[in-house]
């Protein structure tokens, strides 16, 4: 299963941007999706993580109050999971990635335990 992300671009500082994750012919319900960021240098960082229907949640305090998640479970065909990205700063350019455990957001963020990923989608954040 590949997961699909869409919405990065550059923006100048205090900008938003809306990320979009989507998994074609596969049910996000059941799955904990994390938003995972990677800068070039840096380790990977988990962003952000909703658990499907069960509405749990997890926000890195750098983006707490400003990178609200939605979730769209109710198509038929394409589940979708967003990341609202308001009130941007440089500090988060970065490639951002999709993925889809079992494991619930409370269980931490391991990339191994992932079972399905994206591509990512590059989010640049420059005056």
């Known amino acids: 299963v590949q997961l699909v992300e869409s919405g990065g671009d550059l923006v100048h500082p205090g900008g938003s941007l809306r990320l979009s994750c989507t998994a074609p012919?596969?049910?996000?319900?059941?799955?904990?999706v994390p938003w995972v960021r990677q800068a070039p240098g840096k380790e990977r960082e988990r962003v952000s993580c909703?658990?499907?229907?069960?509405?749990?949640?997890?926000?890195?305090e750098a983006v707490k109050g400003r990178f609200p998640m939605s979730s769209d479970l109710t198509k038929s065909t394409e589940d979708t999971i967003n990341l609202q990205m308001t009130n941007l700063r440089e500090d988060a350019t970065a490639r951002y990635f999709c993925?889809?455990?079992?494991?619930?957001?409370?269980?931490?963020?391991?990339?191994?335990?992932?079972?399905?990923w994206g591509n990512g989608t590059q989010v640049t954040v420059s005056s």
């Open positions: 993925a889809a455990t079992e494991l619930s957001c409370s269980s931490g963020f391991q990339a191994s335990d992932m079972a399905f």
């Open positions: 012919r596969y049910t996000l319900k059941d799955s904990a």
């Open positions: 909703v658990s499907g229907t069960a509405g749990q949640t997890f926000y890195v």
